[in-house]
């Protein structure tokens, strides 16, 4: 998938664009410092295994998030790329793409769903987040 917004890119499903949107919004530094924001796209039942190998709940990151690399308008950013979608179900989106945080190459897998026993017009939320890191030799240039 051609990432939204891109000039030529076919306008994607909206459960696949509001994922999209939600995915790159936690890799900005503005959303990782506010708990109240990372709370509306993490669902409750949020789970990731970090590139670290680190299993993290939805409180363990609310709490964390602001201190995790990436969270500072000053220091290094998240480069995202190579976005990939697919609608699983109507709600049900899984993403993957690549990150790179200062020098480090990272393999990344969303799902994103939307809650049927949330009020209506709650979004997509993640519910569960691999990262894994990129052996240097496994790098393309």
Do not use: C, K, N
């Not at 990432?3 to 990782?32: C, K, M, N, Q, S």
């Not at 969270?71 to 976005?83: I, L, V, W």
């Amino acid at each position: 998938m051609t990432a939204p917004g891109t000039p030529g890119a076919p306008d994607p499903d909206p459960d696949i664009a509001e994922a999209v949107a939600g995915e790159l919004a936690l890799l900005d530094p503005a959303v990782r410092v506010s708990r109240a924001r990372a709370a509306e796209l993490l669902d409750p039942g949020f789970v990731e295994v970090g590139a670290s190998g680190r299993r993290w709940t939805y409180e363990e990151m609310l709490a964390e998030l602001p201190e995790m690399s990436g969270a500072t308008e000053d220091g290094p950013r998240y480069e995202p790329a190579a976005f990939a979608a697919v609608l699983l179900a109507p709600g049900v989106v899984h993403l993957t793409y690549e990150t790179l945080l200062d020098g480090r190459r990272a393999r990344r897998s969303s799902l994103w769903r939307r809650d049927p026993a949330a009020p209506a017009g709650t979004g997509l939320r993640m519910y569960y987040h691999q990262g894994t890191p990129v052996p240097e030799a496994d790098v393309q240039p």
